[in-house]
Protein backbone atom coordinates (compact mmCIF):
# COMPACT_ATOMS: atom_id res chain seq x y z
CA UNK A 1 0.00 0.00 0.00
CA UNK A 2 2.84 2.48 0.72
CA UNK A 3 4.32 2.00 -2.51
CA UNK A 4 1.87 1.14 -4.81
CA UNK A 5 -0.37 4.21 -4.16
CA UNK A 6 2.83 6.43 -4.74
CA UNK A 7 3.27 4.21 -8.22
CA UNK A 8 -0.11 4.32 -9.00
CA UNK A 9 -0.30 8.26 -8.47
CA UNK A 10 3.21 8.67 -10.82
CA UNK A 11 1.66 6.35 -13.36
CA UNK A 12 -1.63 8.60 -13.50
CA UNK A 13 0.06 11.71 -13.68
CA UNK A 14 2.57 10.65 -16.37
CA UNK A 15 0.04 9.38 -18.27
CA UNK A 16 -2.66 12.57 -17.84
CA UNK A 17 0.67 15.03 -18.50
CA UNK A 18 2.14 12.94 -21.25
CA UNK A 19 -1.41 12.79 -22.99
CA UNK A 20 -2.16 16.37 -22.69
CA UNK A 21 0.58 17.05 -24.79
CA UNK A 22 -0.74 15.47 -28.11
CA UNK A 23 -4.71 16.35 -26.56
CA UNK A 24 -4.76 19.85 -25.60
CA UNK A 25 -8.36 19.67 -25.10
CA UNK A 26 -10.84 19.21 -22.07
CA UNK A 27 -10.18 17.39 -19.44
CA UNK A 28 -6.87 17.06 -20.21
CA UNK A 29 -5.61 20.52 -20.08
CA UNK A 30 -7.60 21.55 -17.41
CA UNK A 31 -6.19 18.90 -15.06
CA UNK A 32 -2.21 19.71 -16.04
CA UNK A 33 -2.98 23.20 -15.28
CA UNK A 34 -4.60 22.08 -11.72
CA UNK A 35 -1.31 19.74 -11.66
CA UNK A 36 0.90 22.63 -12.30
CA UNK A 37 -0.34 24.72 -10.00
CA UNK A 38 -0.07 21.89 -7.35
CA UNK A 39 3.50 21.43 -8.71
CA UNK A 40 4.39 25.04 -7.89
CA UNK A 41 2.73 24.69 -3.99
CA UNK A 42 4.69 21.54 -3.66
CA UNK A 43 7.72 23.40 -4.64
CA UNK A 44 6.95 26.23 -2.35
CA UNK A 45 7.22 23.71 0.72
CA UNK A 46 10.11 22.23 -0.80
CA UNK A 47 11.84 25.43 0.39
CA UNK A 48 10.59 24.89 3.31
CA UNK A 49 11.68 21.55 3.95
CA UNK A 50 14.68 22.41 2.92
CA UNK A 51 15.22 25.29 5.74
CA UNK A 52 14.43 22.66 8.22
CA UNK A 53 16.97 19.92 7.21
CA UNK A 54 19.44 23.01 7.49
CA UNK A 55 18.81 23.78 10.64
CA UNK A 56 18.53 19.84 11.79
CA UNK A 57 21.97 19.31 10.36
CA UNK A 58 23.56 22.40 11.64
CA UNK A 59 22.32 21.64 14.89
CA UNK A 60 23.09 17.90 14.85
CA UNK A 61 26.81 18.98 13.93
CA UNK A 62 27.03 21.85 16.45
CA UNK A 63 25.65 19.64 19.18
CA UNK A 64 28.01 16.31 17.98
CA UNK A 65 31.14 18.99 18.02
CA UNK A 66 32.07 18.48 14.60
CA UNK A 67 34.97 19.33 13.07
CA UNK A 68 35.07 23.07 12.37
CA UNK A 69 31.67 23.13 14.51
CA UNK A 70 32.23 27.17 14.63
CA UNK A 71 31.34 27.62 11.38
CA UNK A 72 28.08 25.68 11.28
CA UNK A 73 27.36 28.10 14.46
CA UNK A 74 27.94 30.90 12.04
CA UNK A 75 25.46 29.55 9.18
CA UNK A 76 22.74 28.72 11.96
CA UNK A 77 23.16 32.59 13.58
CA UNK A 78 23.06 34.28 10.18
CA UNK A 79 20.05 32.27 8.93
CA UNK A 80 18.19 33.38 11.86
CA UNK A 81 19.43 36.86 12.03
CA UNK A 82 17.97 37.14 8.32
CA UNK A 83 14.92 35.54 9.51
CA UNK A 84 13.91 37.37 12.73
CA UNK A 85 14.88 41.09 11.05
CA UNK A 86 12.64 40.10 7.55
CA UNK A 87 9.84 39.20 9.87
CA UNK A 88 10.07 41.96 11.80
CA UNK A 89 10.29 45.15 9.52
CA UNK A 90 9.86 43.17 6.06
CA UNK A 91 11.78 43.97 2.79
CA UNK A 92 11.76 46.64 0.05
CA UNK A 93 8.15 47.93 0.15
CA UNK A 94 6.64 44.50 1.81
CA UNK A 95 5.64 45.66 6.04
CA UNK A 96 7.00 43.46 8.77
CA UNK A 97 5.58 42.55 11.77
CA UNK A 98 7.16 46.02 13.50
CA UNK A 99 5.34 47.90 10.53
CA UNK A 100 7.97 49.17 7.90
CA UNK A 101 10.80 50.51 10.24
CA UNK A 102 10.88 54.27 9.80
CA UNK A 103 13.25 55.20 12.61
CA UNK A 104 15.56 52.14 11.32
CA UNK A 105 15.44 52.54 7.81
CA UNK A 106 16.38 56.50 8.35
CA UNK A 107 19.49 55.58 10.06
CA UNK A 108 20.51 52.74 8.09
CA UNK A 109 18.88 54.23 4.78
CA UNK A 110 17.21 50.96 3.93
CA UNK A 111 15.51 48.06 5.33
CA UNK A 112 17.85 46.31 8.40
CA UNK A 113 16.86 42.91 5.79
CA UNK A 114 17.77 45.17 2.59
CA UNK A 115 21.10 46.50 4.06
CA UNK A 116 22.26 43.32 5.05
CA UNK A 117 22.25 41.87 1.56
CA UNK A 118 23.37 44.73 -0.19
CA UNK A 119 25.81 45.38 1.85
CA UNK A 120 26.81 41.65 3.66
CA UNK A 121 25.35 38.96 1.03
CA UNK A 122 26.15 39.81 -2.16
CA UNK A 123 29.77 40.92 -1.50
CA UNK A 124 30.58 37.57 0.17
CA UNK A 125 28.73 35.70 -2.22
CA UNK A 126 30.68 37.51 -5.20
CA UNK A 127 33.83 36.49 -3.11
CA UNK A 128 32.73 33.23 -2.70
CA UNK A 129 32.68 32.81 -6.59
CA UNK A 130 35.82 35.04 -7.16
CA UNK A 131 38.05 32.63 -5.79
CA UNK A 132 37.04 30.27 -8.80
CA UNK A 133 39.55 32.58 -11.07
CA UNK A 134 42.11 31.24 -8.90
CA UNK A 135 41.66 27.79 -8.89
CA UNK A 136 40.98 28.03 -12.39
CA UNK A 137 44.47 29.92 -13.01
CA UNK A 138 46.27 26.96 -10.75
CA UNK A 139 44.68 24.60 -12.71
CA UNK A 140 45.64 25.79 -16.04
CA UNK A 141 49.09 26.21 -15.10
CA UNK A 142 48.97 22.26 -13.95
CA UNK A 143 46.71 20.82 -17.04
CA UNK A 144 47.40 22.47 -20.37
CA UNK A 145 50.33 20.55 -20.61
CA UNK A 146 51.76 19.19 -24.06
CA UNK A 147 51.79 15.42 -23.75
CA UNK A 148 49.60 13.86 -27.01
CA UNK A 149 47.68 15.03 -29.77
CA UNK A 150 45.00 15.73 -28.02
CA UNK A 151 46.13 17.61 -25.33
CA UNK A 152 48.09 19.81 -27.52
CA UNK A 153 44.42 20.14 -29.83
CA UNK A 154 43.30 21.01 -26.58
CA UNK A 155 45.88 23.42 -25.46
CA UNK A 156 45.64 25.39 -28.70
CA UNK A 157 42.01 25.55 -28.68
CA UNK A 158 42.09 26.80 -25.11
CA UNK A 159 44.95 29.65 -26.03
CA UNK A 160 43.06 30.94 -29.01
CA UNK A 161 39.24 30.75 -27.45
CA UNK A 162 41.29 32.66 -23.67
CA UNK A 163 42.63 34.99 -26.30
CA UNK A 164 39.74 35.25 -28.49
CA UNK A 165 37.02 36.33 -25.21
CA UNK A 166 39.80 39.26 -24.48
CA UNK A 167 40.06 42.92 -25.78
CA UNK A 168 43.47 41.39 -26.83
CA UNK A 169 42.33 39.20 -29.16
CA UNK A 170 41.19 41.43 -31.70
CA UNK A 171 44.42 43.74 -30.66
CA UNK A 172 46.42 41.10 -31.75
CA UNK A 173 45.19 40.07 -35.62
CA UNK A 174 43.78 43.37 -35.99
CA UNK A 175 46.55 44.07 -38.87
CA UNK A 176 45.13 41.30 -40.49
CA UNK A 177 44.71 41.63 -44.26
CA UNK A 178 41.13 41.26 -45.44
CA UNK A 179 42.07 37.89 -47.19
CA UNK A 180 42.80 36.50 -43.46
CA UNK A 181 40.24 37.89 -41.87
CA UNK A 182 39.80 33.92 -40.66
CA UNK A 183 42.55 34.03 -38.64
CA UNK A 184 41.24 37.29 -36.35
CA UNK A 185 41.66 35.52 -33.31
CA UNK A 186 38.01 36.59 -32.11
CA UNK A 187 36.88 35.38 -35.67
CA UNK A 188 38.38 31.92 -34.96
CA UNK A 189 37.04 32.06 -31.54
CA UNK A 190 33.73 32.18 -32.96
CA UNK A 191 34.10 29.72 -35.28
CA UNK A 192 35.68 26.94 -32.94
CA UNK A 193 31.89 27.78 -30.49
CA UNK A 194 29.67 27.92 -33.39
CA UNK A 195 30.48 24.51 -35.16
CA UNK A 196 33.10 22.23 -33.09
CA UNK A 197 31.76 23.30 -30.29
CA UNK A 198 27.97 23.37 -30.74
CA UNK A 199 28.12 20.39 -32.24
CA UNK A 200 29.65 18.16 -29.61
CA UNK A 201 27.14 20.03 -27.34
CA UNK A 202 23.97 18.92 -29.64
CA UNK A 203 25.37 15.46 -29.53
CA UNK A 204 25.08 15.53 -24.94
CA UNK A 205 21.81 17.52 -25.65
CA UNK A 206 20.67 14.83 -27.78
CA UNK A 207 22.03 11.86 -25.58
CA UNK A 208 20.72 13.49 -22.44
CA UNK A 209 17.31 13.61 -23.85
CA UNK A 210 16.75 10.38 -24.68
CA UNK A 211 18.09 9.52 -20.99
CA UNK A 212 15.24 11.77 -19.53
CA UNK A 213 12.72 10.19 -21.47
CA UNK A 214 13.82 6.70 -20.79
CA UNK A 215 14.29 7.68 -17.13
CA UNK A 216 10.91 9.04 -17.24
CA UNK A 217 9.04 6.24 -19.07
CA UNK A 218 10.70 3.99 -16.25
CA UNK A 219 9.25 6.24 -13.44
CA UNK A 220 5.70 6.41 -15.01
CA UNK A 221 5.87 2.14 -15.63
CA UNK A 222 7.21 1.88 -12.21
CA UNK A 223 10.36 0.51 -13.08
CA UNK A 224 12.55 3.14 -11.19
CA UNK A 225 11.61 3.60 -7.92
CA UNK A 226 14.52 5.18 -6.32
CA UNK A 227 12.04 8.61 -5.84
CA UNK A 228 10.58 6.72 -3.10
CA UNK A 229 13.81 6.73 -1.29
CA UNK A 230 14.37 2.99 -1.70
CA UNK A 231 15.10 1.34 -5.31
CA UNK A 232 13.83 -2.05 -3.94
CA UNK B 1 58.65 14.44 -9.22
CA UNK B 2 55.22 14.65 -11.59
CA UNK B 3 54.98 16.66 -14.66
CA UNK B 4 51.87 18.73 -13.26
CA UNK B 5 52.90 18.28 -9.48
CA UNK B 6 52.47 22.30 -8.23
CA UNK B 7 54.29 23.23 -5.54
CA UNK B 8 52.82 25.27 -2.85
CA UNK B 9 55.39 28.41 -3.13
CA UNK B 10 53.90 27.85 -6.77
CA UNK B 11 50.11 27.49 -5.87
CA UNK B 12 50.95 31.01 -3.53
CA UNK B 13 52.59 32.84 -6.60
CA UNK B 14 50.27 32.05 -9.22
CA UNK B 15 47.14 33.53 -6.44
CA UNK B 16 49.38 36.28 -5.63
CA UNK B 17 50.36 37.50 -9.32
CA UNK B 18 46.78 36.68 -10.58
CA UNK B 19 45.36 38.94 -6.91
CA UNK B 20 47.92 41.97 -8.73
CA UNK B 21 46.61 41.15 -12.08
CA UNK B 22 42.86 42.05 -11.45
CA UNK B 23 43.42 44.97 -8.91
CA UNK B 24 45.61 46.85 -10.74
CA UNK B 25 43.53 47.15 -13.89
CA UNK B 26 40.56 48.30 -11.54
CA UNK B 27 42.00 50.91 -9.85
CA UNK B 28 44.12 52.13 -13.13
CA UNK B 29 41.71 51.58 -16.09
CA UNK B 30 43.49 50.96 -19.32
CA UNK B 31 40.62 51.56 -21.80
CA UNK B 32 41.05 48.22 -24.43
CA UNK B 33 38.08 48.42 -26.80
CA UNK B 34 35.98 45.14 -27.28
CA UNK B 35 34.98 43.81 -30.47
CA UNK B 36 31.43 43.42 -30.55
CA UNK B 37 30.30 39.55 -31.25
CA UNK B 38 27.87 38.10 -33.53
CA UNK B 39 26.20 36.86 -30.90
CA UNK B 40 25.88 39.97 -28.69
CA UNK B 41 24.52 41.53 -31.63
CA UNK B 42 21.94 39.05 -32.70
CA UNK B 43 20.23 39.80 -28.92
CA UNK B 44 20.88 43.52 -29.31
CA UNK B 45 18.97 43.66 -32.56
CA UNK B 46 15.91 41.37 -31.29
CA UNK B 47 15.05 44.07 -28.74
CA UNK B 48 15.96 46.95 -30.74
CA UNK B 49 13.72 45.90 -33.44
CA UNK B 50 10.59 46.05 -30.87
CA UNK B 51 8.53 49.02 -31.62
CA UNK B 52 7.85 51.75 -28.55
CA UNK B 53 5.31 50.52 -26.12
CA UNK B 54 6.64 46.78 -26.26
CA UNK B 55 5.87 44.98 -23.05
CA UNK B 56 9.36 42.51 -22.04
CA UNK B 57 9.79 39.74 -19.53
CA UNK B 58 12.87 40.26 -18.26
CA UNK B 59 13.32 37.16 -15.74
CA UNK B 60 16.51 37.46 -13.22
CA UNK B 61 17.24 33.84 -12.95
CA UNK B 62 20.62 34.23 -10.75
CA UNK B 63 21.62 35.25 -7.92
CA UNK B 64 24.76 37.70 -6.60
CA UNK B 65 27.10 34.99 -6.75
CA UNK B 66 27.17 35.62 -10.64
CA UNK B 67 26.63 39.46 -10.40
CA UNK B 68 29.87 40.73 -11.41
CA UNK B 69 29.17 39.19 -14.81
CA UNK B 70 25.41 39.02 -15.01
CA UNK B 71 24.09 42.50 -13.52
CA UNK B 72 25.92 44.31 -16.22
CA UNK B 73 23.90 42.50 -18.63
CA UNK B 74 21.13 43.39 -16.76
CA UNK B 75 21.30 47.24 -16.88
CA UNK B 76 22.60 47.31 -20.19
CA UNK B 77 19.02 45.92 -21.61
CA UNK B 78 17.08 47.77 -19.24
CA UNK B 79 18.68 50.77 -20.80
CA UNK B 80 18.44 49.37 -24.30
CA UNK B 81 14.90 48.41 -23.68
CA UNK B 82 13.81 52.23 -21.67
CA UNK B 83 15.41 54.48 -24.20
CA UNK B 84 13.66 52.62 -26.96
CA UNK B 85 10.13 53.08 -24.93
CA UNK B 86 10.03 49.40 -23.91
CA UNK B 87 7.96 47.95 -20.88
CA UNK B 88 9.68 45.57 -18.39
CA UNK B 89 7.73 42.78 -16.53
CA UNK B 90 10.70 41.19 -13.84
CA UNK B 91 10.18 38.04 -12.95
CA UNK B 92 12.53 35.65 -11.08
CA UNK B 93 13.14 31.85 -10.84
CA UNK B 94 15.86 32.27 -8.14
CA UNK B 95 14.86 32.75 -5.05
CA UNK B 96 17.25 35.98 -4.76
CA UNK B 97 16.38 37.01 -8.20
CA UNK B 98 14.26 39.93 -7.40
CA UNK B 99 16.67 41.52 -5.40
CA UNK B 100 19.32 41.69 -8.15
CA UNK B 101 16.62 42.77 -10.47
CA UNK B 102 15.58 45.40 -7.57
CA UNK B 103 18.79 46.95 -7.98
CA UNK B 104 19.25 46.56 -11.62
CA UNK B 105 15.96 49.11 -11.63
CA UNK B 106 17.11 51.36 -8.63
CA UNK B 107 20.47 51.92 -10.74
CA UNK B 108 18.29 52.14 -14.26
CA UNK B 109 15.89 54.35 -12.61
CA UNK B 110 18.49 57.23 -11.70
CA UNK B 111 18.82 57.47 -15.55
CA UNK B 112 15.88 57.33 -16.11
CA UNK B 113 13.56 59.46 -13.94
CA UNK B 114 10.75 59.74 -15.91
CA UNK B 115 9.80 55.59 -15.81
CA UNK B 116 7.25 54.89 -13.08
CA UNK B 117 6.77 51.66 -11.64
CA UNK B 118 3.87 49.96 -12.43
CA UNK B 119 3.92 51.74 -15.64
CA UNK B 120 6.93 50.96 -17.37
CA UNK B 121 8.56 48.68 -14.98
CA UNK B 122 7.68 46.17 -12.65
CA UNK B 123 9.04 43.77 -10.31
CA UNK B 124 7.08 39.80 -10.09
CA UNK B 125 9.27 38.65 -7.92
CA UNK B 126 9.70 35.07 -7.16
CA UNK B 127 8.28 31.57 -7.94
CA UNK B 128 9.64 28.18 -7.62
CA UNK B 129 8.57 25.35 -9.67
CA UNK B 130 11.28 26.75 -12.72
CA UNK B 131 9.61 25.15 -15.72
CA UNK B 132 6.58 24.21 -14.83
CA UNK B 133 6.01 28.29 -13.64
CA UNK B 134 6.56 29.32 -17.25
CA UNK B 135 4.23 26.77 -18.71
CA UNK B 136 1.67 28.47 -15.86
CA UNK B 137 2.41 31.46 -17.17
CA UNK B 138 1.50 31.13 -20.73
CA UNK B 139 -1.72 30.38 -19.75
CA UNK B 140 -2.35 33.12 -17.08
CA UNK B 141 0.17 35.23 -15.23
CA UNK B 142 -2.37 36.76 -13.05
CA UNK B 143 -3.29 33.24 -11.90
CA UNK B 144 0.59 32.87 -11.15
CA UNK B 145 1.52 36.16 -9.91
CA UNK B 146 -2.03 38.06 -8.00
CA UNK B 147 0.35 40.25 -6.66
CA UNK B 148 3.86 41.95 -7.29
CA UNK B 149 6.64 41.82 -5.04
CA UNK B 150 5.31 45.01 -2.96
CA UNK B 151 1.94 43.50 -2.33
CA UNK B 152 0.19 45.60 -4.93
CA UNK B 153 -2.87 43.44 -7.07
CA UNK B 154 -1.81 42.33 -10.49
CA UNK B 155 -4.87 44.59 -11.78
CA UNK B 156 -4.03 47.51 -10.45
CA UNK B 157 -0.90 47.95 -12.27
CA UNK B 158 -1.41 49.68 -15.93
CA UNK B 159 1.71 47.49 -17.31
CA UNK B 160 -0.79 44.44 -17.24
CA UNK B 161 -3.56 46.03 -19.29
CA UNK B 162 -3.07 44.23 -22.27
CA UNK B 163 -1.00 41.52 -20.75
CA UNK B 164 -3.07 38.39 -20.04
CA UNK B 165 -0.07 35.40 -20.67
CA UNK B 166 2.94 34.97 -22.11
CA UNK B 167 2.37 35.10 -25.57
CA UNK B 168 0.97 38.60 -25.25
CA UNK B 169 4.39 39.90 -24.14
CA UNK B 170 6.78 41.18 -27.27
CA UNK B 171 9.92 39.05 -26.12
CA UNK B 172 11.24 37.57 -23.34
CA UNK B 173 15.07 37.75 -21.90
CA UNK B 174 16.47 35.65 -19.13
CA UNK B 175 19.96 35.98 -17.45
CA UNK B 176 20.74 32.91 -16.06
CA UNK B 177 23.80 31.28 -13.96
CA UNK B 178 21.97 27.59 -14.06
CA UNK B 179 19.17 25.70 -14.02
CA UNK B 180 16.19 27.10 -14.30
CA UNK B 181 17.20 29.84 -16.58
CA UNK B 182 17.66 30.41 -20.34
CA UNK B 183 16.89 27.11 -21.42
CA UNK B 184 13.34 26.83 -19.30
CA UNK B 185 12.41 30.00 -21.72
CA UNK B 186 13.30 28.66 -24.82
CA UNK B 187 11.44 25.04 -24.23
CA UNK B 188 8.14 27.13 -23.20
CA UNK B 189 7.80 30.59 -24.15
CA UNK B 190 9.72 30.43 -27.64
CA UNK B 191 8.69 26.70 -28.52
CA UNK B 192 5.30 26.57 -27.17
CA UNK B 193 4.15 30.27 -27.17
CA UNK B 194 6.46 31.76 -29.88
CA UNK B 195 7.72 34.16 -28.11
CA UNK B 196 11.24 35.44 -28.69
CA UNK B 197 13.62 35.02 -26.46
CA UNK B 198 17.00 35.67 -25.91
CA UNK B 199 19.17 36.12 -22.83
CA UNK B 200 22.49 36.15 -21.13
CA UNK B 201 25.25 33.40 -19.18
CA UNK B 202 28.02 33.38 -17.40
CA UNK B 203 31.20 32.89 -19.45
CA UNK B 204 31.76 29.11 -18.68
CA UNK B 205 27.87 28.15 -19.19
CA UNK B 206 27.73 30.05 -22.73
CA UNK B 207 28.79 27.16 -24.94
CA UNK B 208 26.39 25.18 -23.71
CA UNK B 209 23.74 27.41 -24.78
CA UNK B 210 24.89 27.97 -28.52
CA UNK B 211 23.28 25.22 -30.31
CA UNK B 212 20.07 27.20 -29.27
CA UNK B 213 21.26 29.95 -31.78
CA UNK B 214 19.49 28.26 -35.09
CA UNK B 215 17.46 28.81 -37.94
CA UNK B 216 14.20 28.03 -35.98
CA UNK B 217 15.42 31.06 -34.37
CA UNK B 218 15.32 29.18 -30.52
CA UNK B 219 17.77 31.53 -28.94
CA UNK B 220 18.20 35.39 -30.73
CA UNK B 221 21.83 35.42 -29.53
CA UNK B 222 23.31 35.08 -26.70
CA UNK B 223 25.28 37.16 -24.07
CA UNK B 224 27.92 35.71 -22.35
CA UNK B 225 30.26 36.45 -20.05
CA UNK B 226 31.48 39.71 -19.07
CA UNK B 227 32.67 40.68 -22.28
CA UNK B 228 29.44 40.22 -24.00
CA UNK B 229 28.36 42.34 -21.51
CA UNK B 230 30.81 45.19 -22.73
CA UNK B 231 29.90 44.34 -25.91
CA UNK B 232 26.34 45.19 -25.06
CA UNK B 233 27.48 48.51 -23.53
CA UNK B 234 29.63 49.33 -26.63
CA UNK B 235 26.47 49.09 -28.73
CA UNK B 236 24.12 50.84 -26.36
CA UNK B 237 26.87 53.56 -26.29
CA UNK B 238 27.41 53.55 -22.74
CA UNK B 239 30.63 53.10 -20.26
CA UNK B 240 29.15 50.82 -17.83
CA UNK B 241 30.58 48.49 -15.07
CA UNK B 242 31.27 45.74 -17.76
CA UNK B 243 33.91 47.67 -19.99
CA UNK B 244 35.51 48.65 -17.05
CA UNK B 245 35.89 45.88 -15.52
CA UNK B 246 37.09 43.66 -18.99
CA UNK B 247 40.65 45.48 -18.72
CA UNK B 248 40.91 43.39 -15.37
CA UNK B 249 39.57 40.31 -17.52
CA UNK B 250 41.62 40.84 -20.51
CA UNK B 251 45.31 41.34 -17.97
CA UNK B 252 44.12 37.85 -16.06
CA UNK B 253 43.28 35.82 -19.40
CA UNK B 254 46.69 37.11 -20.66
CA UNK B 255 48.32 36.04 -17.10
CA UNK B 256 46.46 32.78 -17.38
CA UNK B 257 48.31 32.35 -20.73
CA UNK B 258 51.69 32.68 -19.43
CA UNK B 259 51.13 30.53 -16.28
CA UNK B 260 50.44 27.66 -19.30
CA UNK B 261 53.66 28.73 -21.42
CA UNK B 262 55.60 28.75 -18.07
CA UNK B 263 53.62 24.98 -17.00
CA UNK B 264 55.00 23.66 -19.94
CA UNK B 265 58.34 24.52 -19.68
CA UNK B 266 58.31 23.31 -16.46
CA UNK B 267 57.15 20.04 -17.53
CA UNK B 268 59.64 20.02 -20.51
CA UNK B 269 62.30 20.35 -18.47
CA UNK B 270 61.37 17.91 -16.12
CA UNK B 271 60.34 15.39 -18.56
CA UNK B 272 64.52 15.65 -20.01
CA UNK B 273 65.87 15.77 -16.91
CA UNK B 274 66.52 12.12 -16.20
CA UNK B 275 67.92 11.46 -20.17
CA UNK B 276 70.32 14.65 -19.21
CA UNK B 277 71.25 12.93 -16.20
CA UNK B 278 71.56 9.62 -17.62
CA UNK B 279 73.91 10.98 -20.80
CA UNK B 280 76.25 12.70 -18.82
CA UNK B 281 77.24 9.33 -16.18
Known amino acids: MKKNIPLLFAFVVGIIVLASEFIPHRPFNSITETLQNWFMIISGFAILLGQISLVRVNVSKIRNRSRDWQFYLACLISFALMVIIGLLWGKQEARGILGQGAAITANLGSKPFDYLFDNVYIHLSATMFSLLAFFIASAAYRAFIIRSFESNLLMITGVIVILGRTSMGSMLTGWLPARLHFLHLPVLTDFIMQYPNSAAQRAIMISAALGILGSSLRIILGIERSYLGSDK | ?281
Do not use: C
Open chain 2, 1 to 281: MSVNQNTQTERRLIFLLLFIAVLVPLIFPIGWKTEVSPHAKMAYDMIDSKPEGSVAILSFDYEPSTMTELQPMATAIIEHAWSKGHKIIATALWPQGPQVADLAFKEMAAKFPDKVYGEDYVNLGYKPGGMVTIQAMGKSLKDVYPLDINGKKYDDLPIFKNIRALRDVTYAASLSSGVPGIKEWIMVAHDVHSVPVTGGTTAVSAPGFLPYINNQNQLYGLLGGLKAASEYEIMIGTVGPATVKMDAQSIAHLLILIFILVGNIKAWRIRHKPKQQAGTE
